[in-house]
C-alpha cells in the first residue's frame, strides 16, 4: 500500500498518466495529477480519484520547460510536505522519415520526452536524497529499445530515457532512491487511436502475444516499481509489450 505517499505522475490528465493515477490514488497515495493542455481532464481525473475516495490535486507545468519544472517540484514540495514517487509519463510523437522531419518536430518530442524526465528529476531528486527515500519511473518505449522507422525523434527519445535511468539509478541509490524505466508497447490510447487499421494490424502481428496492451497494464506495473516490493529493484528497464522487445 502507498499510504501517506505523495506521487507526482507527469501527463496524467489522460491516456496511460491518467490510468497510473487512479491506480496509485487506489493505492493509498495522494496524487499530483499534471497535465499541460487538457484542464478539464485533469480536473475529470480529480474527481475520478476523490469520488472512489483517494486524494489529488492538479498541477499545470509544461514539462518541456526548465524553470516552470522548478516552480512546479517546489510549489509541490511546499504544498504536500515531499515527493515520495515521480512518474515521468508525458510524452508526445511527432512521427516523419528522418530526411523529411523539420528540425522543430526533433527538438520538441526530445524536448518534451527526454528533456521534460531532466526537469522533474533535477528538481525533486534533492528532496529525495534528502529523504534517503524515493521512488522514479520513467516512461520509455519499446522503441527506444528496438527503433521503428518513422519515429527517430521519439525513439531517440526514449533511448535517451533508458540512459537517464540508468545513470541517475547509479547517482541516487547510496540513499535509497530508485530509478527505473518502463517500456510499454503497443498500448491503447489516444497516441495509438489514429494509427490506420492496417498499420494497427501489422503491428498486431509483431506482438507475441497477439494484441495491443490496456492502459491498466502499464498502471500495474509502475504501482509494483513505487511499491515497498520492489525496494531492490533499479537501473532496470520493465517491458510491458506482450513480448514484442524480447
Ligand atoms: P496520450 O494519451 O497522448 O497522453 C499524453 C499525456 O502527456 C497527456 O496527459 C498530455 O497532457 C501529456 N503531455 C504532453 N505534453 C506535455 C507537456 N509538455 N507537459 C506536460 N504534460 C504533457 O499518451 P499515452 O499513450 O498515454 O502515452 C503516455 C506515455 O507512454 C508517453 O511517454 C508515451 O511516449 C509512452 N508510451 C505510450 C505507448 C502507447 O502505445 N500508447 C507506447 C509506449 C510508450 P495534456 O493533454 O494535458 O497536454
Known sequence: MLTGKIAVVTGASRGIGKAIALKLAEEG???IVNYNGSEDKA??????????????????CDVSD????????SDVIR????????????GITRDGLLMKMSEEDFDKVLDTNLKGAFHTI????????????GRIINMASV?????????????????GIIGLTKAAARELSSR?????????????????????????EASAL????????????????????ASEDAEYITGQVLCVDGGMAM
Open 29 to 31: 497515495a495522494t496524487v
Open 43 to 60: 480536473l475529470e481525473v480529480k474527481r475520478e480519484i476523490e469520488k472512489a475516495g483517494g486524494r489529488a490535486a492538479v498541477y499545470r
Open 66 to 73: 526548465f524553470e516552470k519544472c522548478g516552480t512546479f517540484i
Open 79 to 90: 504544498e504536500h510536505g515531499r515527493i515520495d514517487i515521480l512518474v515521468n509519463n508525458a
Open 122 to 133: 533535477r528538481f525533486a531528486s534533492r528532496q529525495m536524497l534528502k529523504q534517503r527515500s
Open 143 to 159: 522503441v527506444g529499445v528496438t527503433g521503428n522507422a518513422g519515429q527517430g525523434n521519439y525513439a531517440a527519445s526514449k533511448a
Open 176 to 200: 535509497g532512491v530508485t530509478v527505473n524505466a518502463i517500456a510499454p508497447g503497443f498500448i491503447e490510447t489516444d497516441m495509438t487511436k489514429d494509427l490506420p487499421e492496417k498499420v494497427k
Open 206 to 225: 509483431q506482438i507475441p502475444l497477439g494484441k495491443f496492451g490496456q492502459v491498466r497494464h502499464v498502471a500495474a506495473a509502475a504501482a509494483f516499481l
